[in-house]
């Protein structure tokens, strides 16, 4: 996979390429490379703690060290991340660690259990909700959205764009992120500051992606990710559900996976026990603000979700099993396209999976986000046996230099050696990594 300091490629128009070089607008959305862009909490187990799951689970495995886990975890906090924690699963073994800090004013430590922003990773939830539409014949995965959504998506587009292009970021349609937070292109937080409270509608939203530029043929590839194709997406659970997409997710989705902690945000502050979550927005905020008390009316159901470790890892677990979408389903979810990430590198994607390929240990399947001040990964190896589920309370911290090019900051190799411990086990080396470094997603 592309690598963070690649520049913007061609397949980019001119505006878009313009926006990422200013400020690689790396908001809420995907693997790319994992480099660059809500109840009561029951009993979970001790930090660093490792036990049996039941003997059904267990299959052939490469293994883990907790204590090589712990470092690395360490080592990211050490190189400037205030905390991360994990769930690292193996077969039959679980390993929960964290380090750092939940506060840095007051110094409260961050949890291996805590709550989470997870950002596009909501994009997985969003698209198997689709699926389990689709298998009961009331969407066509090679519709037109115009069929569904002829107000939104009028006329010709209407017509070209499909349901199956929204799903795997083919439709075209360019990210509305730019323009509900105009400030960033003038290398500003003030709309950060200033949306904070805001009350989006998922229509406005959209209007302003589907009245922007094109960014690419409907269906041409690689694709070019968008927000705006999920939040289209949650209008047609909509229409076709009769209920709210947030609700039909939760009913459908969480609780088929049986998920104790996962849902939608009721308002701007997170329920349960989470950390601060830290903006740096690539040097301009310094220090870095707290933004976990935010409105994600912003980003819906294309990254608003809130998760744990435990729970990503669940979900991902029964995705992959069959659990929640049917064999089927599961296959035109592996599907992948190439696609451009907002922040210019390359991924393989599907229908709202991500696609990894590591050299030291195989394929596995996941999806990254975040949100403002808050990044988060889970992949799952293909066979089900290996999983790994990180968060960190920082994100854009590498500072830009005047091309508009991301600096190498030190957090990048912790973070690439805590991966590549995490997917392939003990004795991992850190260049077989075929990924960027650091959690980045859009």
């Not at 939040?231 to 989705?253: D, M, S």
Request: contains cysteine.
């Amino acid at each position: 996979m592309a690598t963070r300091s690649e520049r913007v490629p061609d397949a980019l128009t001119d505006h878009e390429r313009t926006d990422v070089l200013k400020i690689r607008l790396a908001v809420c959305g995907s693997v790319a490379a994992l480099s660059v862009c809500a109840g009561t909490v029951g009993a979970v187990p001790a930090p660093d703690e490792t036990r049996p799951v039941p003997a059904a689970d267990a299959s052939p495995s490469v293994g883990f060290d907790p204590a090589e886990l712990k470092t690395a975890l360490d080592d990211v906090h050490g190189a400037g991340i205030p905390g991360v924690y994990a769930e690292v699963r193996d077969a039959s073994r679980i390993w929960r660690g964290a380090s750092g800090v939940a506060d840095v004013r007051t110094g409260r430590p961050v949890k291996p259990d805590m709550r989470q922003r997870v950002g596009s990773i909501t994009k997985t939830f969003t698209a198997a909700a689709i699926m389990q539409q689709v298998e009961q014949g009331r969407i066509g995965l090679d519709a037109p959205i115009g069929d569904y959504l002829p107000q939104l998506v009028p006329g010709e587009r209407g017509r070209r764009i499909t349901v199956r292009m929204l799903l795997n970021n083919t439709s075209g349609f360019p990210d509305y992120i730019r323009y509900a937070f105009p400030s960033l292109q003038d290398m500003s937080s003030e709309s950060l500051d200033e949306n904070r409270f805001r009350q989006f509608r998922p229509g406005e939203l959209i209007e302003m992606g589907v009245n922007a530029p094109p960014a690419a043929e409907p269906g041409a590839t690689p694709g070019v990710y968008s927000n705006t194709n999920y939040l289209l997406l949650g209008q047609l659970l909509e229409k076709v559900t009769g209920i709210p997409a947030e609700e039909y997710i939760t009913r459908n989705v969480i609780e088929r996976a049986g998920l104790r902690h996962t849902g939608f945000p009721a308002g701007p502050r997170i329920a349960g026990p989470h950390s601060r979550m830290y903006e740096a927005l690539w040097g301009l905020l310094d220090p870095p603000r707290d933004y976990s008390v935010y409105n994600m009316s912003w980003t819906g159901t294309g990254a608003a979700l809130v998760s744990t470790m435990e729970d990503l890892n669940r979900f991902y677990r029964k995705l992959l099993d069959g659990k929640i979408v049917n064999r089927s389903s599961l296959a035109e979810m592996q599907r992948t396209v190439p696609v451009i990430a907002l922040d210019g590198t390359t991924i393989q994607y599907g229908l709202g999976l991500h696609k990894v390929e590591n050299g030291g240990c195989g394929t596995f399947w996941g999806h990254d986000g975040t949100v403002w001040g808050a990044g988060t990964v889970s992949l799952t190896s293909a066979d089900g046996t290996r999983q790994m589920s990180v968060a960190v309370n920082l994100q854009r911290w590498n500072e830009m230099d005047s091309s508009g090019m991301a600096q190498h900051h030190p957090i990048d190799d912790a973070l690439k050696t805590l991966y590549q411990q995490a997917m392939c086990g003990s004795g991992a080396q850190t260049e077989n990594t075929p990924y960027g470094p650091a959690i980045t997603s859009r």
